[in-house]
């Protein structure tokens, strides 16, 4: 079955400390890797993308991730944490099987709360 | 550039009432679109989703329908609200293309009393 597991529902960081949350997924085929953000209140924005090719990708606002196709997992990092960056976080997978729909599957999100 | 708007922001009504929830896109045709749905402290529930007009797919059974009656015009309707319809609902839409990226817009808080 696909699925998208975000094992941490809840992390706090301090403000300059770096950041990682953990994404794993179970996809037949290759997968379409995606991480959003979400602030309170609001729609979700993409911050980036993994389709193909190099499996370290860059997105907006300083954030990375790495797709490790051996451990089905496509974690979010970030060196230094703003106090901006609290928010909570999808990670979603799609793929070809799903091309004609364009359906994602979303993990449960991460809450992201950064200390002071 | 594409744009993606919901009305209302908010809305409170209750139990029984009818609900119309409108999602619209601008700048591309044809897409793909999405009603999602965020229950307090749990993640995107998908609800329905449509690749083109009149063609609605339902995710999950339940007390709300979903409409396309134009190619860039998504709506989500229930004849009678239930208290567990309350949540925070969000259209998304794709452009269809093979890399499936959706795009969200900003939320309607729906409160059911």
């Known amino acids: 079955a696909q699925s998208v597991t975000q094992p941490d529902i809840h992390i706090t960081v301090s403000e300059g400390a770096s950041l990682e949350l953990r994404c794993n997924y179970s996809?037949?085929?290759?997968?379409?890797l995606f991480w959003y953000v979400q602030s309170p209140g609001q729609g979700l924005q993409l911050l980036l993308k993994?389709?193909?090719?190099?499996?370290l990708v860059q997105g907006i606002k300083g954030f990375e991730a790495e797709f490790k196709r051996s451990q089905s997992s496509f974690n979010l990092r970030k060196p230094s944490v703003h106090w901006s960056d609290a928010a909570e976080y999808f990670c979603?997978?799609?793929?070809?099987?799903?091309?004609?729909?364009?359906?994602?599957?979303f993990g449960q999100g991460t809450t992201l709360q950064v200390k002071p | 550039s594409q744009t993606i708007h919901q009305w209302p922001a908010t809305l409170v009504q209750p139990v029984g009432s009818p609900l119309s929830l409108e999602c619209t896109v601008e700048?591309?045709?044809?897409?793909?679109l999405y009603w999602y749905r965020q229950a307090a402290g749990r993640g995107l529930q998908l609800l329905f989703y449509?690749?083109?007009?009149?063609?609605i797919s339902s995710e999950v059974p339940q007390n709300l329908s979903a409409s396309r009656p134009q190619d860039r015009q998504f709506i989500l309707s229930s004849k009678k609200l239930l208290l567990s319809d309350s949540g925070f609902y969000l259209c998304?839409?794709?452009?269809?293309?093979?890399?499936?990226?959706?795009?969200f817009g900003p939320g309607t808080r729906l409160t059911v009393l």
């Open positions: 993994y389709f193909s090719g190099d499996t």
């Open positions: 979603a997978v799609g793929g070809p099987s799903s091309s004609n729909t364009g359906k994602l599957i």
């Open positions: 996809y037949g085929a290759t997968p379409y």
């Open positions: 700048g591309t045709s044809n897409p793909n």
């Open positions: 998304a839409w794709n452009g269809g293309g093979p890399h499936n990226e959706q795009f």
């Open positions: 449509s690749v083109g007009i009149g063609q």
